[in-house]
C-alpha cells in the first residue's frame, strides 16, 4: 500500500478517536451544558489574546471556530465543487454525496440539536464505488477500513456497525501547492482558497468538516477545513508536522 495511504489511515484513526469512536450504541448522547455558550466566549477571547500576539499561524482554535462559524449540523461538503477540474473527477460527486455520521446526538438543555441525521451504510458506499480493493476485515467489511483504487486516486473509507464515519481521497498527480498556507485564511471562501493554492493532494471528511490537505515545495504539509461553503481552520505546516508526529507517536507504542 502506498505510504500516503498509512497516513491517510493513521488520520482517520485520530478523526475517529476525537470524535468519541462510537461503539456499537448509535443513540449515544453528549451532554452540552446550558452555560455553553459563555464558557465558550470566554475562552475565545483568552485564545484570541494569545493568537494576536502570533503572527506565525493563521489558525484559530476549535473553541474560536466553534464560536464564531461552525454549526452542529453535519457538513454538506459543497466546497468540494469548487476544486479545480471537479467535473474531470467523478468520484468527487461521490464522496460528495455520502453523509458521513458519527452516531453521536448532541443535546442543549435536554433537547436533541442535531438529531435525525442522514446516514450513509456500507452498501450505499459499494453501490457507489463498486466492492473495495482492499479491506481490514473481509469478513466484517461494515465494521472496518476500506480502499478502493480509482482512476483518480485512493479513497478510504471507515465504517463502524454498516454506518460510514470518516473518509480520506487521496489525488493522483498532486502537485505543490501554488502558494503558503498562510495566503489563506477563514475569512476566505473555499473557491478563493482553492484558486490560491490549486488542487489539494488529500481530501477528508467527517461529519462536522472537509479538511483539505496540502503540500509546499518542501514537501511539509498543511490544510484548511470547511464546513459546508466556509472556511473553518487552516492548520500551519508546523501545526499539521505537530499532529503527524503524535500519530507516528500512538503507531509506534503499539
Given amino acids: ?11 482517520l484513526s485520530l478523526l475517529a478517536l476525537s470524535a468519541c469512536m462510537p461503539a456499537k450504541q448509535t443513540q449515544q448522547r453528549k451532554k452540552t451544558p446550558s452555560s455553553l455558550k459563555a464558557s465558550k466566549s470566554s475562552s475565545s477571547k483568552g485564545t484570541s489574546s494569545k493568537s494576536s500576539s502570533s503572527s506565525s499561524s493563521t489558525y484559530e482554535s476549535s473553541d474560536e471556530v466553534f464560536q464564531k462559524r461552525a454549526t452542529f449540523d453535519p457538513d454538506d461538503a459543497s466546497a468540494l465543487q469548487y476544486i479545480a477540474d471537479a467535473a474531470s473527477i467523478p468520484e468527487l460527486e461521490k464522496i460528495r454525496n455520502f453523509h458521513i455520521s458519527t ?14 441525521k442522514p ?53 493522483k498527480d498532486a502537485q505543490p501547492a501554488k502558494s503558503s498556507y498562510s495566503s489563506i485564511t477563514t475569512s476566505d471562501t473555499p473557491k478563493t482558497a482553492f484558486d490560491k493554492l490549486g488542487r489539494p493532494e ?17 514537501d511539509e504539509q498543511f490544510s484548511f477545513s470547511t464546513q459546508n461553503n466556509q472556511i473553518v481552520g487552516v492548520m500551519s505546516t508546523y501545526q499539521m508536522k505537530q499532529t503527524k508526529d503524535i500519530i507516528d507517536s500512538v503507531i509506534k507504542d503499539k
Fill in 1 to 11: 500500500m502506498k505510504k500516503v495511504s498509512f497516513y491517510a489511515l493513521s488520520l
Fill in 103 to 116: 452516531g453521536f446526538v448532541i443535546q442543549v438543555n435536554g433537547e436533541d440539536i442535531n438529531g435525525d
Fill in 119 to 171: 446516514k450513509t451504510s456500507y452498501d450505499e458506499v459499494t453501490a457507489a464505488l463498486g466492492q473495495p480493493t482492499f479491506s481490514t476485515d473481509e469478513n466484517d467489511p461494515g465494521n472496518s477500513v476500506n480502499i478502493w483504487h480509482t482512476d483518480n486516486g485512493d479513497i478510504m473509507c471507515y465504517f463502524t456497525n454498516n454506518v460510514l464515519t470518516n473518509l480520506s481521497f487521496s489525488l
Fill in 202 to 218: 488529500m481530501i477528508m471528511r467527517s461529519e462536522r468538516d472537509t479538511t483539505f490537505v496540502y503540500k509546499n515545495s518542501n
